[in-house]
T-cell receptor
Framework: AQRVTQPEKLLSVFKGAPVELKCNYS??????LFWYVQYSRQRLQLLLR??SRESIKGFTADLNKGETSFHLKKPFAQEEDSAMYYC???????????FGTGTLLAVQP | GAVVSQHPSRVICKSGTSVKIECRSL??????MFWYRQFPKQSLMLMAT?????????EQGVEKDKFLINHASLTLSTLTVTSAHPEDSSFYIC????????????FGNGTRLTVT
């Protein structure tokens, strides 16, 4: 079955500390993985996708097929990074997204 | 950038009535729109996929007669919750995609439905 697991509901760090938001997935084929972010009072928006292999706002995520993980990382957290982060998976012939339950990142000053 | 407008943002209705939620792509043509539902502290769950001019494809367990989806134009999709019940109270979010499979998805702000 297709599934995305984000084990942490809340991650609280201090400004300047490293951040790692965990995401594990279950999928029988070759999935496409995404991270979406929702800032307070704003809509959900794409942060990054694994096929782009890019860094957005200092965040990176590497797809580890052996561990079926797609953890989101940033070396130095900023207060403006505080938001809800969703890991999502897409596979097959459509762009249907399956979301994890989300992790609330709180960056303390 | 591409904008998706979802309306209303909040609606309260009585049991047994129907509620329509609109999702509009404001500056691009959305060939595909997706409707999600989110219960408190739970994940976004895909309800259905709609392609312009054709019937929506519903996910397993989603009642198509209860959640009517219409995608009559390239800029508008509607979700109608028919004969609403309190258990239908939830947060509904649409997303729209223009172009091919690799084009990005853009999300609406969501609609908070409360059925009393």
């Amino acid at each position: 079955a297709q599934r995305v697991t984000q084990p942490e509901k809340l991650l609280s760090v201090f400004k300047g500390a490293p951040v790692e938001l965990k995401c594990n997935y279950s999928y029988s084929g070759s999935p496409e993985l995404f991270w979406y972010v929702q800032y307070s009072r704003q809509r959900l928006q794409l942060l990054l996708r694994h096929i782009s292999r890019e860094s957005i706002k200092g965040f990176t995520a590497d797809l580890n097929k052996g561990e079926t993980s797609f953890h989101l990382k940033k070396p130095f957290a900023q207060e403006e990074d505080s938001a809800m982060y969703y890991c999502a998976l897409s596979g097959g012939a459509t762009n249907k997204l399956i979301f994890g339950t989300g992790t609330l990142l709180a960056v303390q000053p | 950038g591409a904008v998706v407008s979802q309306h209303p943002s909040r609606v309260i209705c009585k049991s047994g009535t129907s509620v329509k939620i609109e999702c509009r792509s404001l500056d691009f043509q959305a060939t595909t729109m997706f409707w999600y539902r989110q219960f408190p502290k739970q994940s976004l769950m895909l309800m259905a996929t709609s392609n312009e001019g054709s019937k929506a494809t519903y996910e397993q367990g989603v009642e198509k007669d209860k959640f009517l989806i219409n995608h009559a134009s390239l800029t508008l999709s509607t979700l109608t919750v028919t004969s609403a019940h309190p258990e239908d109270s939830s947060f509904y979010i649409c997303s729209a995609q223009g172009g091919g499979l690799n084009s990005p998805l853009h999300f609406g702000n969501g609609t908070r439905l409360t059925v009393t």
